[in-house]
């Protein structure tokens, strides 16, 4: 199937893509054909996000949006930062402590896998044609131009074999292909690689973001209220922190941020999250409420140091497969959006001009002219300084650095060293014993995963593959107590006696897509590829 522009991913930034093109070819009276290929089930089934949501972006691509009807409803009212000192005590930060990033006056806390779910309806009404369920799984290049995507097969057995329900591959061709894959994306991760896309840029960094959804009584509800918190559960060099939102129907979303960067191999994020609701902070808002929905998901936080050159002959990294998430407001979607605007806007001239596969540098210049350039400079030494100086004195910077200086300091702070590379050898690391799940607040991983609808068909090939099966026992195992065991916020990975000796056992129908383990193997030996289409988690609110 052929198209003047192909979309991998029907997330915030493949969709503004999609519509900002829609909306340049209706204004300019000529025809445009538009595909977005979607690995969920349906739009917004993989979709996972905060979200405190900040409404520059969609002001842009439809200034009416509130007339419209746009799921964005339940204003912030009230902003809370806490610093947790221990497993009891926190101190609530008056507002000159905090950078004004993290003020959210003028946001709203919403569901962003509904705001997709209405975005793609505005799209189909201006004749994009979107197709759920399917995979984007291989990159069509030709004479080192990407020419679109080949779709994954359907109907194919473990052992590789075709089942009755087999359907081949397509191939999706188009004149420019914009992949808008999310964080760690499968065919953005080979794009980067071969086009050295990242060349002369701190490697990307990233964190673990959980999520859960609570009904809870009215007299705990305070619709608007935001909660943020940094310091315990975690403690010593693993940075990241926790949010509280009080959303729209008694419902209250819960969630912990890790960075990946942390160094203590017994580390379990999953666990840390568990701890994290038992804080009376926490805990007052949850209690005697009832979890409905469970959620991970990698986040790539590096900002403006590790952002890749965006363009390829060919096509447009956008949105999080990029790295556009300005991690000192803990906001992604508004960038990702805008990054697909220009996308877009950059696409359709070079449409209009009749260029077809080109490398379209442009972008650069209108992207580096645009208010997501300036959010991103100004924020570029954030996450930097907490993996340098720790949460303490790394917040202290950022407040000087955000308040005082508006993020225009004459230097910048660099991290370059990779995520993967942090562990220390579980011998010289200190053991972490974490509490049984009461099954109130906190819960076992397989309840979680349950309450996240992950489902893939069981006869069909793995989709974490080993480059090198020995190294999970052989290094992993010794070297680090194998962490896949730990990090993985899905039980995905358990180490197992076969014969009275150690072996890695993949629970691949598990897995959520989070790409942790793609990020955090200490050895970079597990790459996730597309599972068959509309496999993965089916997120109804998130």
Request: net charge negative.
């Amino acid at each position: 199937m052929e198209f003047d522009v192909v979309i991998v991913g029907a997330g915030p930034a493949g969709l503004s893509t999609a519509i900002r093109l829609a909306q340049q070819a209706k204004t300019a009276g000529s025809d445009i054909s538009l595909c977005v290929v979607e690995k969920g089930s349906e739009v917004g089934a993989h979709i996972l996000s905060g979200a405190v949501f900040e409404p520059r972006a969609l002001n842009e691509l439809f200034p009416d949006w509130q007339k419209m009807q746009a799921p964005v409803t339940a204003s912030v009212t009230r902003d809370h930062i806490y610093l947790f000192k221990n497993e009891t005590a926190a101190q609530k930060l008056p507002n000159f402590l905090v950078p004004k990033t993290m003020h959210n006056e003028g946001n709203y806390i919403v569901s962003i896998s509904n705001l997709c779910r209405w975005l793609a309806t505005q799209a189909e009404q201006l004749g994009v044609e979107i197709f759920p369920g399917f995979t984007a799984a291989e990159l069509l290049i030709e004479d080192d131009i990407v020419k679109g995507v080949i779709t994954g097969e359907m109907g194919v057995a473990h052992d590789g074999s075709q089942k009755d329900s087999y359907v081949p591959a397509m191939e999706l061709r188009g004149k420019y292909t914009v992949f808008a894959e999310g964080c760690r994306g499968h065919l953005g991760k080979q794009l980067i690689a071969r086009f050295e896309l990242d060349k002369d840029r701190s490697p990307q960094h990233y964190a673990l973001g959980f999520k859960e959804i609570w009904d809870v009584p009215a007299e705990q509800h305070q619709q608007g209220l935001v909660v943020h918190s940094a310091g315990w559960p975690l403690q010593d060099d693993t940075s990241g922190g926790g949010y509280l939102y009080h959303a729209e129907g008694q419902q209250i979303v819960v969630g912990l941020i890790v960075d990946l960067n942390y160094s203590n191999p017994h580390l379990s994020p999953f666990e840390e999250f568990q701890r994290y609701k038992q804080h009376p902070v926490i805990k007052q808002y949850l209690q005697g409420g009832k979890r409905v929905s469970y959620g991970a998901r990698a986040i790539a936080k590096g900002g403006l140091n590790s952002l890749p050159k965006m363009t390829f002959p060919g096509g447009v990294l956008v949105g999080c497969d990029a790295g556009t998430l300005n991690f000192a407001k803990i906001k992604g979607n508004h960038t990702a959006m805008k990054s697909g605007m220009l996308a877009a806007e950059t696409i359709f001239a070079a449409l209009q001009q009749e260029k077809s596969g080109a490398d379209l540098t442009e972008f650069a210049e209108h992207f580096e002219q645009s208010w997501l350039f300036d959010e991103l400079f100004r924020s570029r030494n954030f996450g930097p300084a907490m993996h340098k100086f720790g949460s303490f004195w790394g917040g202290a910077f950022n407040t000087l650095d955000q308040n005082i200086f508006a993020g225009k300091l004459p230097f910048t702070l660099k991290d370059d060293t990779l995520d993967h590379l942090t562990l220390r050898p579980a011998a010289e690391a200190a053991k972490i014993q974490y509490a049984k799940p009461d099954n109130v607040l906190s819960f076992d991983r397989l309840s979680s995963v349950y309450l996240s609808n992950t489902n893939h068909e069981e006869d069909q090939p793995c989709h974490l593959k080993l480059a090198d099966t020995s190294i999970p026992v052989a290094v992993n195992l010794a070297l680090y107590d194998e962490p896949a065991q730990r990090y993985c916020p899905a039980g995905v990975y358990e180490i197992v006696e076969d014969n009275n000796q150690p072996r890695l056992q993949i629970n691949a129908q598990n897995c959520i897509h989070c790409k942790t383990c793609d990020i955090k193997d200490p050895r970079q030996n597990i790459t996730w590829v597309t599972p068959e289409g509309a496999g993965g988690p089916n997120y109804p609110n998130m």
